[in-house]
């Protein structure tokens, strides 16, 4: 089947070209070589030049580094504006390192506003609002807190944990009060036990000098 085929192209190529079939395959040959020397100089070129910029953005990340146990005043330092700093985020009180997604949780992302605190609430609802940007997720219904949750699955999964925040137990003004009044109470109280503990004693040296005196 070759051979016939090989018999047409010989008097195929002479008919439609006007050139022998030796010829016609030489120019060709030499029609490939230089489009493939053409195209990977040019092509070679503007590839390393496309791939320059990547390289210089793409530095590596050092790794994370563990916090321990913060304040929310602390964890806000690393909300990305210092770039010598991690960029740091949680969620019901868990802190993740987030900063392989800067171009997201960073300055000038869609959720840079979630940077450097525990945005539970606000990932929960969804909510952009100054208001939501806390860690307290009280009253939030069923399907803001199923929402939450798939939240701290992907950051379990994505991000490495680097510390929790420190809970602080406020003081409220009734304990204070509370306390001042139970101390000022207790000054007359024990005001009183001691001048009744005293009675006795002068009434013993009284009695002690009369009969001294009947003597």
């Known amino acids: 089947m070759a051979l016939p085929l090989w018999e047409t192209l010989k008097e195929a190529i002479p008919a439609y070209t006007g050139l022998s079939p030796s010829t016609f395959f030489t120019l060709l040959a030499l029609s490939l070589a230089l489009y493939y020397a053409v195209s990977g100089i040019f092509g070679s070129s503007s590839d390393a030049h496309h791939r320059r ?61 979630f940077a450097g605190k525990d945005a ?21 219904g069923p399907f803001e807190l199923d929402a939450l949750q798939d939240w701290e699955y992907k950051f379990m999964s ?6 929790t925040i420190k809970k602080t137990v406020p003081v409220t003004e009734g304990s204070s009060s509370e306390a001042v009044k ?16 005293e009675a006795p004693d002068l009434k013993a040296e009284e009695a002690h000098s009369a009969s001294k005196a009947d003597e």
Do not use: C, H, W
């Open 158 to 163: 994505k991000y490495v944990k680097v510390g």
């Open 182 to 197: 139970t101390t000022e109470t207790d000054i007359p109280n024990q005001a009183e036990n001691g001048s009744t503990s």
């Open 53 to 113: 910029p990547r390289e210089e953005q793409m530095e590596p990340l050092p790794p994370p580094v563990q916090l321990g146990e913060v304040t929310e005043e602390e964890l806000s330092l690393y909300d990305g504006k210092n770039p010598e700093k991690p960029l740091l985020m949680a969620i019901k009180g868990q802190i993740y390192d987030v900063s392989q997604s800067r171009m997201f949780y960073g300055p000038g992302g869609p959720y840079a506003l």
């Open 120 to 140: 539970s609430r606000a990932l929960a609802k969804m909510s952009f609002e100054e208001k939501d940007l806390t860690g307290d997720i009280s009253g939030l």
